[in-house]
């Protein structure tokens, strides 16, 4: 009775949300980090790393939800992964397309072809840089984080504090100020957190991540500070606001704007999506006698 007892009380404690969500991201960073060196070699062997280091880290997340969570994990259902990661992909390119191109249109940015630049290299490296990073950051935040503070009933709270820490994680990338990290936390952090809580899908937010730092690099804009070597170089005039300075398109005012204004109208889609399911969840009334 003993041994039960203390097997259940050792099974509970696994369970709780921020227990689970501190060992999955314990996890899924150790992976990063073993694979880390192997991903920046450059070239296709990188991207063949990287697809592997995301592999093991999905692996991670699925066995952490699987065992310690004791719950489902449709998110990463291989069943609409496809439509999910290609409508991801889309947003994130049309958002940071559009704000790079409103960006240009006041003046701030200025682009020319790269015709030094080796296009297989530039995108390779663009591939797999964007792809490690939405993956693991994705699966840690959106994954892990939102979703055990959202299993304790505090939605808000999870999207604000997701957003939060996003931000606070962008901080010690080069460039950075407190303006950089507030930024992020708007547009990434929010932006994302809203797009998983619209569709409940990881596939769709890796995508939208992927696309948003792969179209920086292309584009030779910085991602979050990290210089890229794009297909483009891009000049810079005029104020930091607009530009985002040193730090790239994501310390300017455009794509927060711009993101608040999708994450408005993806958070109304999340209520409708709530709406339906507590229609859907409400026990039918009881037939009339004689039915």
Known sequence: ??????????????????????????????????????????????????LVMGFLALLVYKLTMTYLARRPTPEISRKRAGIESVLGMLIGTLFIAGSAFMIMALGGYSFQWASSADTSSVLLASIGSALGGAIVEELIFRGLMLQAIDQLGRRPLALAVTSLFFGIAHLGNPGATLWSGFAIALEAGVLLGAAFLWRRNLWFTMGLHFAWNAIEGLLGIPVSGHPANGLFTVQVHGAALLTGGNFGLEGSIVPVVVSLLISIAMLIGTARNRRIEVRNCQPRRSRTIGE
Do not use: C, H, Y
Request: hydrophobic share 55%; charged share 10%.
């Open 1 to 50: 009775m003993k041994n039960d007892r203390k097997l259940g009380a050792q099974g509970s404690f696994w369970r709780f949300p921020i227990v689970w969500m501190i060992a999955g991201a314990i996890g899924i960073v150790l992976i990063n980090m073993l694979f880390q060196q192997l991903t920046e070699q450059g070239g296709i062997v990188s991207l063949i790393f990287t």
